[in-house]
T-cell receptor, first 115, second 109 residues
Framework: DSGVTQTPKHLITATGQRVTLRCSPRSGDLSVYWYQQSLDQGLQFLIQYYNGEERAKGNILERFSAQQFPDLHSELNLSSLELGDSALYFC??????????????FGPGTRLLVL | KNEVEQSPQNLTAQEGEFITINCSYSVGISALHWLQQHPGGGIVSLFMLSSGKKKHGRLIATINIQEKHSSLHITASHPRDSAVYICAVDSWSQGNLIFGKGTKLSVKP
């Protein structure tokens, strides 16, 4: 158990809908990262928050947005969903803000299926 | 061309065999990570290294910065090692992780 929690575990929805994925980092970790894992693309970095502020942005679509709240939990909002958004969405956390040189602890993921 | 390439894509071994998974990258990096993704989907960070070699139990990771290459070795492999092993690099220019597509390892009893 990494100490990172994600809800929900599974989500089935329809095209055009909007969903919110939630992540609670390990106790004391200030950074939260969101990743998308699809069958054809592998793992891709979406966005990082550090202590409530956006720190880095990757291949995140304009239809997606995220935020980190004062209690450090984070939410990833996906809107106008398309079939291609079906994927595993992982959240990870680390104690500092330097993504590449810190160990990241991954949550169990949310499996999103868009029908 | 992908910035992080792993080989092989798939690997089947017999229990007890010595296993090597390779990772090559084309960008300047601060660190390289090896991750393990279990069949159920969960991801665990195995190693983070920026030079030399690290060992944890039966797992050994090495990196050659000049050759832009890293290897993950598993000694005395066991069926419970069956998983996808993912290499990721921290690129100087991007400041976040770039992932390889993973190596799917299956260890048969």
């Amino acid at each position: 158990d990494s100490g990172v929690t994600q809800t929900p575990k599974h989500l089935i929805t329809a095209t055009g809908q909007r969903v919110t994925l939630r992540c609670s980092p390990r106790s004391g970790d200030l950074s939260v990262y969101w990743y998308q894992q699809s069958l054809d693309q592998g793992l891709q970095f979406l966005i990082q928050y550090y202590n409530g502020e956006e720190r880095a942005k990757g291949n995140i679509l304009e239809r997606f947005s995220a935020q980190q709240f004062p209690d450090l939990h984070s939410e990833l909002n996906l809107s106008s969903l398309e079939l291609g958004d079906s994927a595993l969405y992982f959240c990870a956390s680390s104690d500092g803000g330097l993504a590449g040189v810190e160990t990241q602890y991954f949550g169990p993921g949310t499996r999103l299926l868009v029908l | 061309k992908n910035e992080v390439e792993q080989s092989p894509q798939n690997l089947t071994a017999q229990e007890g065999e010595f296993i090597t998974i390779n990772c090559s990258y084309s960008v300047g990096i601060s660190a390289l990570h090896w991750l393990q993704q279990h069949p159920g989907g969960g991801i665990v960070s195995l190693f983070m290294l920026s030079s030399g070699k690290k060992k944890h139990g039966r797992l050994i990771a090495t990196i050659n910065i000049q050759e832009k290459h890293s290897s993950l070795h598993i000694t005395a492999s066991h069926p419970r090692d069956s998983a996808v092993y993912i290499c990721a690099v921290d690129s100087w220019s991007q400041g976040n992780l770039i992932f390889g597509k993973g190596t799917k390892l299956s260890v048969k009893p």
